[in-house]
């Protein structure tokens, strides 16, 4: 079998996902546009030799339907005999994106592939495509389905993690977030333009550096009065042995809702030289998990466990972690659960400072990943993000 | 012919429905089959202008014929039984002319659905009149279209809750709802309203035939639906666990209804309807519910040859809350009520928690002031037991104590009528015992409410060694004169309902004793189906009041030469209570703790006063031995002969401290289960977990015969 290397990674900036974000002007497709536009000029790229592009996308509908990784290749003046595929695998799109791509490199049957996410939750607001699992209510009862931040909270309750220890995250993953920016960390944002080439937005602007314990603490449980409604009872129908659920998570210490887009390219090593690319990094391994669904979101563990055992590596041999920052609880368990020495986790921040543009993470955070293994001079860096209905998903890559 | 026809000068066709020698229209083979005969001749008439329907009984149109719906065997015969009546329906609707319902009385079930397949619902303006869905109180639902026709009408939000819960309104409500277009004052004005809609509407069509129909509230398939579809399913099950399949079954009638046109819905509603109606569930529900319970209220457990009797005036000794409750729910029923406890300022008391719980009434609207007054003032409050002259029923509900008890009998029997009937509303002790202290044993009988009075619908009527026949069919007509259901058992150690309950508190108990974990305990028992779980009903009762009635059948049965056996329950109430001061609810410290402010929490010590050891039993596990030791024990009681019937058992059961209704009841249980399995499963656990689950004979020998209880 062989091998898939990263050549480059590319990113816009996050937007806040509101009417007031920076990015609510501008079209999902154009996000898209930005990033193939910057890969084929830093790359000095041929794009006829490019055999497909994947793309995540969570709510591929109207304006990101319609198989969006096709019509933005096109549309960005790529060569016509590229391909596109979107796909779907929730809150892993992106990162499954870039697995997808590798794996057919890996396998041989292809050579040259741009592998990404898009999202804009401005636009297209998270749960606009709907879904048997949610609005089906025979699919929806027999799978106990809860909202993911219910999910969150019962992790929470289980684990023992108080109102503290998540605001505690939060406040850090804030703080990590400002400082790298400020310090010029995420080096891969490619910034937004309008149609008049005047920048619309050049960093993640959803930061708050100012965020402390105390600013946290004023604020309300988001999934109590969902829970109250029912979601709670569902939850404990499911864990039993828990007697209440502790509402913990809230705005501050879930993923920000955000706007955004990534691209990596990706390829064998042969073609990559052929066309002129020096390879990054060398992707070691990846793994898919399915886990239980109510509880959601605790993909990271297994996942990560199957691709270190896949890749032959033990979890200290990992120099750098990004575990997507959903909820807080969800790091801090999948932390917790391998022993991880949380210094070596997020060390840039993650989505409760930044966002979390859904099919667009995985990709961003496996650039940010691949930035800081080169800043610090480190080899080995394994990138996980716990997913939709119950699954999980984790990279290791390897700097070459 | 069960609906008359007739034509008027405008060439209006009226359709009475009149079911030969009924007091009641149902939708049944008969109104089914005339209705198509109808509907092909009108659909030749050329002339017609419009068609109204009416029925000439009290009521519109009932419901279903329950019988043959409890008689349906398979799917098949239960589509093709419904879609006979859906097509009928359509025909009606389509038919080109405009369609008028003239409400004359209570539109239920098929009878509403019948209405919502005309054009127009104009209702009679009776407070008496009731409109709604109640099929899912029998475990099943609306096929007549009215998953599909309700939320098209009204809206899927406003229109699930009527189709999931049952519930029944008013006219007038009905009208604000959307349920009827207009109300009518007399039979006149219903008849002269439907004539000019239909004269000013020759065109009507029903909005979902119509090429422009909008749902009211959003459309199904709408982005804006999801979340209320997304929390529909957990938000029901809050409350029913997940054990009712009729409520599943309408939220997918409507939602997948809701992704197509109308008569695919109504296919979808067929199979959904098919499902449960060849299902166990709505068996059990119809056989109980309707069934066991239409017996029970006609007197199957009265004894014959008694006229029936009314009584005029009661005395009820005590009034605490059980005595207070039983003043209210009497004086309510219109009779005269004596409230006597030790001085006039206690017995005031007992007063005022009328006062009370009629105040709640006149300030929602259900009651006038007047009435209020008039209920009120027929509760006399006293501490003189002369003031029980003329009483021709004597309740007592003072103090668990035979003395007390035995001294308040003597009392009243010297001021009461000496026709009367004593009672006594004991929970634990023996009424032929009690009964010895009375002048007229005869005349002696038990009559066990529940708390609170004014909720609970049961009365457990226990009759003593010596009770009378007529003092038993009195006692039983002052049940259903104060509007609640009788059961009749005879007279035994905790009767028949205190005796089955307390195995179910033992039961979860015991499975704390056993290193189980609490809030699993708990959960298991709500997703069994009961109420409340064995921690939390045990505070409610009070630990120290479980312990006081152990002590004292402990006492009871030393003196008759028994020893008391050892129950693990019981040892850890004694526990609870001795050693750690934590004596219930009313204590502020049970199982749980009571914080003054939010909720109540398991009290963190349990985990340490039986550590989890061992393994922890599946909630299946644990599901089947609190269910199996409740029936067990009724089975030994019907086998003792405390119980009589099969129906008291059942709804003794649901009524009396909420065994599963979708169960049907605790012998119904047993047929559901299938007998053969039923015991063997008794055995498994009985090896497993002890002697109390071992079968009695009258289970074995049924098994044997292949009987089920009846």
């Known amino acids: ?400 | 012919m069960s609906i008359k026809y007739e034509k008027d000068s405008q060439n209006i066709a009226t359709l009475t429905f009149d079911k030969p020698g009924s007091p009641v229209n149902l939708v049944d083979a008969l109104l089914v089959e005339t209705l198509f005969k109808h509907l092909d001749s009108l659909e030749s008439d050329s002339s017609l202008t419009g068609i109204i329907i009416t029925s000439n009984k009290k009521d519109f149109l009932a419901g279903a014929d329950i019988d043959r719906l409890y008689a349906i065997k398979d799917t098949d015969e239960a589509v093709f039984m419904v879609d006979a009546f859906k097509k009928a329906l359509r025909r009606l609707e389509t038919l080109g002319k405009p369609v008028a319902a003239a409400m004359n009385g209570s539109a239920l079930g098929g009878g509403y659905e019948l209405a919502l397949a005309c054009h127009r619902r104009i209702c009679m303006d009776n407070p008496k009149i009731e409109i709604g869905f109640p099929e899912v109180t029998l475990g099943i639902l609306p096929a007549g279209g009215g998953t599909q026709r309700f939320p098209r009408l009204i809206g899927v939000q406003k229109g699930l809750p009527y189709l999931m819960e049952g519930k029944r309104i008013r006219p007038e409500e009905a009208l604000k709802n959307g349920l009827v277009d207009e109300l009518a004052s007399d039979r006149d004005d219903l008849i002269k309203k439907a004539v000019q809609w239909i004269k000013d509407n020759p065109e009507a069509k029903q909005p979902w035939d119509s090429d422009n129909f909008r749902w009211p509230g959003g459309d199904p398939k709408s982005p804006n639906m999801v979340q209320m579809w997304a929390i529909a399913p957990s938000f029901a099950n809050k409350k029913t666990y997940g054990n009712y399949p009729a409520v599943k079954n309408i939220l997918s009638s409507v939602y997948e209804g809701g992704q197509v046109d109308f008569e695919t819905g109504c296919r979808i509603e067929s199979k959904y309807f098919a499902e449960l109606a060849a299902g166990k569930t709505s068996k059990n529900m119809i056989n109980t519910f309707w069934y066991q319970l239409n017996g029970i209220k006609k007197g199957k457990s009265r004894p014959d040859g008694f006229e029936k009797y009314s009584v005029k005036k009661v005395g009820i000794l005590g009034a605490g809350m059980m005595g207070s409750g039983i003043a209210y729910v009497s004086a309510l029923a219109g009779i005269d009520v004596v409230l006597k406890d030790v001085d006039m300022k206690t017995a005031e008391k007992g007063r005022a928690h009328s006062a009370e719980l009629l105040n709640k009434r006149v300030s929602r609207g259900k009651m006038t002031e007047e009435k209020k007054g008039e209920i009120l003032s027929r509760i006399k409050a006293t501490g003189k037991a002369q003031d029980l002259d003329g009483c021709d029923l004597v309740i007592e509900a003072v103090f668990e104590d035979r003395n007390l008890k035995a001294e308040v009998t003597a009392e009243a029997e010297k001021y009461m009528l000496p026709d009367g009937v004593f009672a006594s509303n004991t929970s634990t002790l023996p009424i032929t015992g009690l009964a010895e202290k009375s002048g007229r044993p005869q005349q002696f009988i038990g009559l066990h409410f529940f708390s609170p009075v004014h909720r609970m619908p049961l009365v457990e009527i226990i009759v003593g060694k010596k009770t009378g026949k007529e003092t038993l069919a009195k006692a039983f007509d002052y049940v259903l004169q104060i509007k609640k259901t009788p059961i009749v058992v005879n007279d035994s150690r905790g009767f028949y309902t205190s005796r089955v309950f307390r195995t179910y508190t033992m039961e979860g108990l015991g499975l704390l004793t056993e290193g189980q974990d609490p809030a699993t305990i708990e959960a298991a028992s709500l997703k069994a189906g009961m109420p409340i779980g064995p921690l939390a009903v045990s505070d409610e009762v009070s630990l120290s009041l479980m312990l006081h009635i152990s002590e004292q059948t402990k006492k009871d049965l030393e003196e008759e030469g028994v020893k008391m056996p050892d129950v693990p329950g019981m040892k850890l109430v004694e526990r609870m209570v001795n050693e750690y001061e934590r004596a219930g609810k009313k204590a502020g410290k049970g199982f749980y703790d009571y914080p003054e402010k939010g909720e109540k929490r398991l009290w963190p010590g349990l985990w340490d006063l039986y550590p989890a050891r061992g393994k922890q039993y599946s909630q299946e596990e644990m599901i089947d031995r609190i269910l199996f030791v409740q029936v067990l024990e009724t089975i030994r009681c019907y086998e003792e002969k405390v119980l009589t019937t099969t129906a008291d058992a059942n709804i003794g059961s649901i009524f009396g401290w909420g065994f599963p209704p979708f169960k049907g009841g605790t012998l119904q249980f047993v047929n559901d289960y299938g007998v053969k399995e039923f015991l063997n499963r008794s055995k498994e656990l009985a090896d497993e977990y002890g002697e109390r689950f071992n079968p009695p004979e009258l289970l074995v020998k049924m098994a044997d015969k292949n009987e089920k209880f009846e």
């Open chain 1, 1 to 400: 079998m062989g091998d898939a290397y990263i050549f480059d990674a590319v990113r816009t900036p996050r937007g806040k996902g509101k009417k007031d974000g920076s990015l609510y002007e501008i079209k999902p497709i154009d996000l898209l546009t930005t990033l193939f536009h910057a890969l084929k000029e830093r790359n000095d790229l041929d794009t006829s030799g490019v055999d497909d592009v994947v793309i995540g996308c969570v709510s591929a509908i109207g304006e990101q339907g319609a198989d969006i990784a096709r019509v933005a290749a096109l549309y960005s003046g790529w060569d016509e005999t590229i391909p596109g595929v979107t796909l779907n695998r929730f809150c892993a799109s992106g990162l499954e994106a870039v697995n997808l791509a590798a794996m057919k490199i890996m396998s041989g049957v292809e050579d040259i592939i741009v592998a990404g996410g898009v999202e804009s939750m401005s636009r297209i607001p998270i749960g606009s495509d709907g879904g048997a699992w949610v609005e089906d209510p025979r699919v929806n009862d027999t799978l106990s389905f809860i909202p993911q931040g219910v999910s969150a909270d019962l992790i929470a309750t289980i684990e023992g993690f108080s109102r503290e220890d998540v605001d505690a995250f939060a406040v850090s993953s804030q703080k990590k977030a400002a400082k790298a920016r400020k310090d010029g960390r995420f080096k891969s944002i490619i910034p937004v333009k309008d149609i008049n080439g005047k920048v619309v937005l050049d960093h993640d602007e959803f930061i708050r550096e100012n965020t402390t314990l105390e600013t946290l603490a004023k604020l309300k449980p988001s999934f109590q009065f969902p829970g109250d409604m029912g979601f709670d009872a569902t939850a404990k129908r499911k864990y039993p042995h828990v007697e209440k659920i502790d509402h913990v998570h809230h705005a501050g210490n879930s993923s920000g809702i955000v706007d955004g887009a990534a691209l990596l390219l990706i390829g064998s090593r042969e073609a990559g030289e052929a066309m002129g690319l020096k390879p990054r990094a060398k992707i070691r391994s990846l793994a898919v998990v399915g886990t239980e669904p109510t509880i959601m979101l605790t993909g990271p563990v297994p996942s990560t466990r199957k691709a270190l055992k896949r890749a032959g590596l033990s979890i200290n041999d990992i120099d750098l972690f990004e575990i997507n920052e959903a909820f807080a609880a969800v790091v801090l368990k999948a932390q917790r659960d391998l022993e991880i020495d949380p210094d070596r986790v997020n060390v840039n921040g993650g989505a409760i400072a930044m966002g979390h543009p859904l099919g667009a993470t995985g990709a961003i955070i496996l650039g940010i990943l691949l930035d800081e293994l080169e800043e610090q001079n480190k080899e080995l860096g394994l990138c996980t993000l716990c997913v939709g209905a119950g699954m999980g998903i984790a990279t290791i890559v390897e700097r070459v």
